[in-house]
């Protein structure tokens, strides 16, 4: 599968790959991480969280890893498919838990 | 079940005018929050409304204001529109305080100053 260690703007796969999308957050202090997919022209998409009590979640083909040592937190999506093509964001809380604080997104391109 | 429910969906303004933007919350969500997103960037927080009073406010000017209303709803209110302040908005609904659950986003409004 495609992985990047550090923060990239893009990333490209195939159909069928497995996807890696990292994230470093800012806030040693923060505790609730989501992860958002956006569609063009398209409000974000809830796809997964994770409380900072935990360093993994997984749902339906998606694993969320949170290492709070280094700060980061990683998307996993399995067998990649077309619609998955998106910008996708992590959001940690911010501002004693009224605000998410939103990371640079990342534009996922699947080609079939 | 409706998800959040933001209007108008598009909106051109002048510069100088005002702008109210309106938000319906999934049915049983008390939080709100309002979001800034300019093209190519990651959504910026504004406002947070929680139980009808204001929780959280990020770094805007107080040409942004907001309200909700007993029924959850909300509404955000800019004045004095800039060029700058052309971006989407986006309006999260949240069962309890947005940043400590589940956050779930409306479509926006895309908001064009000229």
């Known amino acids: 599968g495609e992985s990047v260690g550090l923060h990239l703007p893009t990333l490209s796969v195939q159909e069928g790959d497995n996807s890696i999308i990292n994230c470093a957050y800012s806030?040693?202090?923060?505790?609730?991480f989501i992860w958002y997919k956006q569609e063009s022209g398209k409000g974000p998409q809830f796809i997964i969280d994770i409380r900072s009590n935990m360093d993994k979640r997984q749902g339906q083909r998606v694993t969320v890893l949170l290492n709070k040592t280094v700060k980061h937190l990683s998307l996993q999506i399995a067998a990649t498919q077309p619609g998955d093509s998106a910008v996708y964001f992590c959001?940690?809380?911010?501002?004693?838990?009224?605000?998410?604080?939103f990371g640079k997104g990342t534009t996922l391109s699947v080609s079939s | 079940d409706a998800g959040v429910t933001q209007s108008p969906t598009h909106l051109i303004k002048t510069r100088g005018q005002h702008v109210t933007l309106r938000c319906s919350p999934i049915?049983?969500?008390?939080?709100v929050s309002w979001y800034q997103q300019v093209l190519g960037q990651g959504p910026q927080f504004i406002f947070q409304?929680?139980?009808?009073?204001?929780?959280g406010r990020g770094n805007f000017p107080d040409r942004f204001s907001a309200r909700q209303f007993p029924n959850y709803s909300s509404e955000l209110n800019v004045n004095a529109l800039l060029l700058g302040d052309s971006a989407l908005y986006l309006c999260?609904?949240?069962?309890?305080?947005?940043?400590?659950?589940?956050?779930?986003f409306g479509q926006g409004t895309r908001l064009t100053v000229v």
């Open positions: 049915s049983g969500h008390k939080s």
């Open positions: 959001a940690e809380n911010g501002q004693a838990g009224t605000a998410l604080i």
């Open positions: 806030n040693s202090a923060s505790d609730y």
């Open positions: 999260a609904s949240s069962l309890g305080q947005t940043g400590n659950t589940e956050a779930f």
């Open positions: 409304y929680y139980e009808k009073e204001e929780r």
